[in-house]
């Protein structure tokens, strides 16, 4: 791995991060917005 290709890494590292939490924010709020709850 090049020093080039470091930040790419972080990068990609950090997206899938993100996604992760939007991912969990949005199971967190079809929880609140569903009256039943399921």
Known sequence: MTLNQA???EAIGHCVFLKEKIKSWIK????RLSPLGE
């Open 28 to 31: 967190f709020l079809e929880n």
């Open 7 to 9: 930040p790419h890494y």
